[in-house]
C-alpha cells in the first residue's frame, strides 16, 4: 500500500458544480500539504500550500486538512471547463528528514460545459 | 523563458541506445529532481541532488544514472534504453528551508520518451 493513496477518477462534473477531491495517507509524520494542478502536456504546478491541520481558502479553492483522520481534501467551487486537469496531492514531513514530498498518483477531473 | 526547462521535450529512441535527458533552471535553487509520471502509477522519483556534489537515489534508479554539471544543470541519461522506460520524465527543482519552500517543487514541461 502505498504511504498516499488518491482515487485517479476521472471524475466528471457539470460547469458550476462543487468538486471535492480527496487523498488519505498513513504516515502520521507528515506536516506539509500540497495541491498541485497538471494540464495536459504540462508539468505540474503547485496549487495550494498548507500546514498541519485545518483550511486555506484562495479564490475558488479551499484546502482542507485533517490530521486525526490522516485524510486531505481539495474544493473546487463553481467551477469551470479551465479547472478541467490532473490534480495531485502531496505531503511532506517537517523535520528529521530530506523534504521531499510524496505524491499521489493525481484525480483527473473533466469539468464539461 | 521558464524557470526550468527540460529538453528534448519529444524524443523516440530504440531500444539499447543511450538517451540523455538535460534540465536547466534559472530559479537558483539548489536542489533538483527527475522524476517518470506513467499512466496510474503518478510521479516516482529517480534521482535527486541538494547541491552540486550530491547524487542520491530515489525509488526507481535502476537503468538511470545523473550528472549534476552545475547547480542550474542536472541530466538524465539512460545508457541502454529499454521499451519499460516509455514514460514522461520530468525535473523539478526547490530551495530554501522546509519552512521557507524547500518541499515546494517547481517542474519543467517534461520530455515525453518512447523507446521503440
Known amino acids: 500500500q502505498k504511504e498516499v493513496e488518491q482515487d485517479p477518477g476521472p471524475l466528471s462534473v457539470p460547469e458550476g458544480a462543487i468538486v471535492s477531491l480527496n487523498c488519505t495517507y498513513s504516515n502520521s509524520a507528515f506536516q506539509y500539504f500540497m495541491w498541485y494542478r497538471q494540464y495536459s502536456r504540462k508539468g505540474p504546478e503547485l496549487l495550494m500550500y498548507t500546514y498541519s491541520s485545518g483550511n486555506k481558502e484562495d479564490g475558488r479553492f479551499t484546502a482542507q486538512v485533517d490530521k486525526s483522520s490522516k485524510y486531505i481534501s481539495l474544493f473546487i467551487r463553481d467551477s469551470q471547463p479551465s479547472d478541467s486537469a490532473t490534480y495531485l496531492c502531496?505531503?511532506?514531513?517537517?523535520?528529521?528528514?530530506?523534504?521531499?514530498?510524496?505524491f499521489g498518483r493525481g484525480t483527473s477531473l473533466i469539468v464539461h460545459p | 523563458d521558464a524557470d526550468v526547462t527540460q529538453t528534448p521535450r519529444n524524443r523516440i529512441t530504440k531500444t539499447g541506445k543511450r538517451i540523455m535527458l538535460e534540465c536547466s533552471q534559472t530559479?537558483?535553487?539548489?536542489?533538483m529532481y527527475w522524476y517518470r509520471q506513467d499512466p496510474g502509477l503518478g510521479l516516482r522519483l529517480i534521482y535527486y541532488s541538494f547541491d552540486v556534489k550530491d547524487i542520491n537515489k530515489g525509488e526507481i534508479s535502476d537503468g538511470y544514472s545523473v550528472s549534476r554539471q552545475a547547480q542550474a544543470k542536472f541530466s538524465l541519461s539512460l545508457e541502454s534504453a529499454i521499451p519499460n522506460q516509455t514514460a514522461l520524465y520530468f525535473c523539478?527543482?526547490?530551495?530554501?528551508?522546509?519552512?521557507?519552500?524547500?518541499?515546494?517543487?517547481?517542474f519543467g514541461a517534461g520530455s515525453r520518451l518512447t523507446v521503440l
Open positions: 523539478a527543482t526547490s530551495g530554501g528551508t522546509v519552512h521557507s519552500g524547500a518541499n515546494v517543487l517547481t
Open positions: 530559479k537558483g535553487h539548489d536542489r
Open positions: 502531496a505531503m511532506s514531513e517537517a523535520s528529521g528528514g530530506s523534504y521531499i514530498p510524496t
